[in-house]
């Protein structure tokens, strides 16, 4: 979570903020860091409706915040227009779903295209911006092929090394694809600023699995994010047994908003790559923790005693911690102190 020497609630004043995809499960907290230090936040969503719901959640900063619409980010010069006049970007639009028919169309030509439209539309159209933060994974890291590697850390050193043939062949498993598409997209992102040399720098904040509590208006459980979804299913009966872990990554939802204020901030983040990670985590250790802290959920919950034990590899978060100032919320006090905010 925040301390407060990374803490100025006045440090955004006179500035504007781009966030795209403001309504997103992550980017709402990015929303709430920024819009907290005093930024004018400029977001974009699919629809008016989805603007104006953002702007009742967050209607305490009734004067900060703006919205336009993008329909769809893989036009080209989507974000032309709304890019101008801001002095620094977020972009977090990209999709992460696993309901997908077709992994090029659905999953890697939106993260790619999304990315480079940004970064085209800013320099072309914002010359002022010198910062660009772009919010990719710890999808684009990890090595599926190795499984869970007992004794490994991942770093920020580490890439996903998988091809894009083997990402878009639809007998490859959505999981493997969507972890493609983050690689490629922010690979891209690099590879823009390595060939155009623009006036922005570039720093990527990679985390891994994201709970928390929703900033959306999440109006019935049917509307719940991914990652809520995933959780939800452990205390709700829909699980007679503790699930295979397929990602051992945790983070909370606010230190993902949190460390990309602080990397705008900051000029040493400046070129960086950070994983925001609190730690590791299994469904087994989930489920535990659910029964003895929450005795009314104990006969929905599936009982981990017989669930196979998953010596998996680590996530480090050394570099956020050191260089950002970080101190991460961990998976068990998360599930603790308030199992969830739906």
């Known amino acids: 979570m925040s301390t407060n020497n990374w803490y ?109 439209n940004i970064l085209k539309a800013v320099q072309k159209n914002a010359p002022q911006v010198e910062c660009i933060i772009i919010t990719s994974s710890f999808a684009a890291i990890i090595d599926m092929d190795k499984g869970i ?44 600023v390595k060939e155009n040399k623009p006036n922005f720098n570039l720093s990527i904040i990679c985390p891994p699995m994201v709970y928390g509590p929703n900033a959306q208006n999440v109006t019935s459980l049917d509307h719940l994010n991914t990652s809520s979804v995933d959780i939800y299913r452990l205390i709700n009966g829909s699980e007679k047994t503790v699930p295979s872990t397929n990602f051992f990554g945790f983070v909370d939802v606010r230190d993902v908003g949190e460390i990309h204020a602080r990397a705008y901030e900051s000029a040493e983040a400046a070129g960086q790559r950070f994983l925001t990670a609190g730690g590791t985590y299994t469904y087994a250790q989930v489920c535990e923790v659910i029964r003895k802290h929450f005795p009314q959920l104990k006969d929905k919950t599936p009982d981990p005693s017989t669930a196979q034990i998953e010596n998996a590899y680590k996530v480090s978060n050394e570099k956020a911690t050191k260089e950002l100032g970080m101190i991460l919320e961990t998976w068990k006090r998360r599930f603790t102190t308030k199992l969830w905010n739906f």
């Not at 955004?12 to 995809?21: A, C, H, P, S």
């Not at 967050?58 to 703006?66: G, I, P, V």
């Not at 490994?152 to 894009?164: L, S, V």
Request: aromatic fraction near 12%.
């Open 149 to 192: 590697r007992p004794g490994y850390t991942y770093r920020e050193k580490d890439w996903n090394p998988i091809t894009y043939d083997v990402a878009a062949n639809p007998k490859t498993s959505v999981e493997v694809s969507y972890c493609a598409s983050k690689a490629f997209a922010e690979k891209a992102a690099w590879d823009f």
């Open 8 to 116: 100025n609630p006045t440090s955004g004043m006179d500035k504007t903020i781009l966030v795209t995809g403001g309504n997103g499960f992550v980017a709402a907290q990015i929303l709430d860091a920024f819009l907290s230090r005093g930024y004018n936040v400029r977001t974009t969503v699919r629809s008016p409706d989805k603007g104006e719901a953002l702007e009742k959640i967050f209607s305490k900063y009734a004067n900060q915040l703006s919205y336009e619409v993008v329909k769809d980010i893989v036009e080209e010069g989507a974000f032309y227009q709304v890019v101008k006049g801001v002095d620094g970007v977020v972009h977090s639009a990209s999709p992460f779903v696993f309901d997908v028919k077709d992994y090029e169309h659905d999953l890697l030509i939106p993260a790619i295209k999304g990315t480079t």
